[in-house]
C-alpha cells in the first residue's frame, strides 16, 4: 500500500530552526509537495522537489532523496505566524496526491 | 498564482436536506478538479476526482450517490452533499489543476465548513 509518514507534533522556539521529516512509500513517483495548513483554512503550497537535492524559497527549503524514499521540510529564522500544520504529500504515477496526516508545528517565543 | 474559490464559506443545514458548494477555478481551466474533506485534527481526504465532461471518480468508501459531483465546464465543479447528517458536518475543500502550469501543483480553495444540525 501507500503510506506517507511525517511526525505528529513538532515544538520549536522562535527564531531557531527546525526540519520536518516525511518518508513514503508509493506507487510512482511525479514529485513530492511541502502544503501549510493553518487552523481551519485550506491548504496552501509551500514547495516541490521532483529531482534529489535541495529547493531553497526563502527561510524555507526542502530536501528530496527518491532512493530513500525521504524527503524533510527545513524552517529558519521561526515566526509566530510560522504555528501551522505542515503537509507532506507525493503525486503518484497516476499523478494523484498521496496525503500524509501532517506535522504539527508549535512555536514558543 | 493561480486562484480557486469556493462557495459558500460555511453552511449551517438541518439533517435530511441537500447543501451544493460550488468551486470554481478564476484564472485557468481546470480540466480536472479534486474534492476532499477533513475532519478536525486530520489530514486530508480525497473524496472524489472531477473531469470536466466526464462522471467523476470515487475513492473508495465515499458514496457517489450522496455526494453528487458535477463539472460541467472548465471552470467550475459542484458538489452536492444529499440528505446530510451530522456525521457528513465536516470541512470541504476543493482542488484544481492547471494544465499549463510548470509544476503539477494544485491550487486549493478556501474550503467550506459544513454544519448538519
Known amino acids: 500500500g501507500q503510506n506517507i509518514d511525517q511526525p505528529t507534533e513538532m515544538t520549536a522556539t522562535e527564531g531557531a530552526i527546525v526540519q520536518i521529516n516525511c518518508t513514503y512509500q508509493?506507487?510512482?513517483?511525479?514529485?513530492l509537495f511541502w502544503y501549510q495548513q493553518h487552523a481551519g483554512e485550506a491548504p496552501t503550497f509551500l514547495s516541490y522537489?521532483?529531482l534529489d537535492g535541495l529547493e531553497e524559497k526563502g527561510r524555507f527549503s526542502s530536501f528530496l532523496s527518491r532512493s530513500k524514499g525521504y524527503s524533510y521540510l527545513l524552517l529558519k529564522e521561526l515566526q509566530m505566524k510560522d504555528s501551522a500544520s505542515y503537509l507532506c504529500a507525493v503525486m503518484d504515477s497516476n499523478y494523484q496526491l498521496i496525503w500524509g496526516a501532517g506535522t504539527k508545528l508549535i512555536i514558543k517565543p | 498564482g493561480a486562484v480557486v474559490s469556493q462557495h459558500p464559506s460555511w453552511v449551517i443545514c438541518k439533517s435530511g436536506t441537500s447543501v451544493k458548494i460550488e468551486c470554481r477555478s478564476l484564472d485557468f481551466q481546470a480540466t480536472t478538479m479534486f474534492w476532499y474533506r477533513q475532519f478536525p485534527k486530520q489530514s486530508l481526504m480525497l473524496m472524489a476526482t472531477?473531469?470536466?465532461?466526464?462522471?467523476?471518480?470515487?475513492e473508495q468508501g465515499v458514496e457517489k450517490d450522496k455526494f453528487l459531483i458535477n463539472h460541467a465546464s472548465l471552470t467550475l465543479s459542484t458538489l452536492t452533499v444529499t440528505s446530510a447528517h451530522p456525521e457528513d458536518s465536516s470541512f470541504y475543500i476543493c482542488s484544481a489543476r492547471d494544465p499549463l502550469a510548470e509544476l503539477n501543483e494544485q491550487y486549493f480553495g478556501p474550503g467550506t465548513r459544513l454544519t448538519v444540525t
Open positions: 472531477s473531469n470536466e465532461g466526464s462522471k467523476a471518480t470515487y
Open positions: 508509493t506507487s510512482g513517483f511525479n514529485g
Open positions: 522537489n521532483v
